[in-house]
């Protein structure tokens, strides 16, 4: 069974840092590409940051130069170093799995249940 988890969030002011982290357990081909995405209230789901086992990177163009995605395959653990943040960056933040690599779009297998980022002005 495939279980991710995310911790990290919380509130922070405009132009602040944030860290946030993804725990993986289950068989290691099922997390060979992973990627964060979030979704605020009223709005789609839109990805973020993602990166496959072999280091190749995807980020959406509104966090490029903000926020760094890293993994710690030998822990199984994913990060979303985010900084410089914003007001419109307030949102639930999920992390994502699959032995496949789909880049941000949304259709990765395994979802975690989400870490709420909320920024203020």
């Known amino acids: 069974q495939v279980q991710l988890v995310e911790s990290g969030g919380g509130s922070v002011q405009s132009g602040g840092s944030l860290k946030l982290s993804c725990a993986h357990s289950g068989p290691p081909h099922t997390a060979y590409a992973m990627a964060w995405f979030r979704q605020a209230p009223g709005k789609e789901r839109e990805g973020v940051a993602g990166?496959?086992?072999?280091?190749?990177?995807a980020y959406a163009d509104s966090v490029k130069e903000r926020f760094t995605v890293s993994r710690d395959r030998a822990n199984n653990m994913m990060y979303l170093q985010m900084d410089g943040l914003r007001p419109e960056d307030t949102a639930m933040y999920y992390c994502?799995?699959?032995?496949?690599?789909?880049?941000?779009?949304?259709?990765?297998?395994?979802w975690g249940q989400g870490t709420q980022v909320t920024v203020s002005s």
């Open positions: 990166m496959t086992g072999g280091g190749l990177t």
């Open positions: 994502a799995a699959d032995q496949d690599w789909h880049s941000l779009r949304g259709e990765y297998r395994y």
